[in-house]
């Protein structure tokens, strides 16, 4: 076996758990929207993580802004998401991963349905061995 294949085994390996590791949290994210439970989505969050949210247009950086955000947003009633479309890269120098793609909200406002595609890019880093999320942007689909 040359050097080049043994060298790349390890972080093959690696890479897998954390895409593995990456792919979960984002579905864990979806599955928390949906209980509308506002402290329980923002431990999904890393205490510095930047939220570009879907239906605001303020950049939240804190704790404090991104529950102003998520107080409002997960008030929705009914709210789901579904995610359709995701693509990944996992950093070379590991340990963050980037998934992007596109997902749809689902809510009732004032009794009507409403529907929002939008797309997503997150950031996710292993942080004292649990994957938070460090970015994420959200936009309505043009």
């Not at 043994?6 to 972080?11: D, S």
């Not at 950049?59 to 955000?69: A, E, G, H, I, L």
Request: with cysteine.
């Amino acid at each position: 076996m040359s050097a080049t294949a043994t060298n790349a085994e390890p972080y093959a390996d690696t890479e897998l758990a954390c895409l593995a590791g990456a792919k979960a949290a984002l579905y864990r994210w979806a599955a928390t929207v949906a209980t509308r439970d506002v402290d329980q989505v923002l431990a999904l969050y890393a205490p510095d993580a930047i939220l570009v949210p879907t239906l605001s247009n303020q950049v939240r950086d804190c704790d404090d802004s991104r529950r102003n955000y998520f107080d409002n947003f997960l008030a929705n009633d009914g709210l789901v998401c579904d995610i359709q479309v995701f693509k990944k890269r996992v950093s070379r120098k590991l340990g963050t991963v980037v998934v992007g793609g596109l997902y749809t909200f689902v809510y009732r406002d004032s009794g009507v349905q409403r529907v929002v595609p939008a797309r997503f890019l997150f950031t996710f880093e292993q942080i004292d061995d649990q994957w938070l999320i460090t970015g994420h942007h959200s936009s309505i689909e043009a």
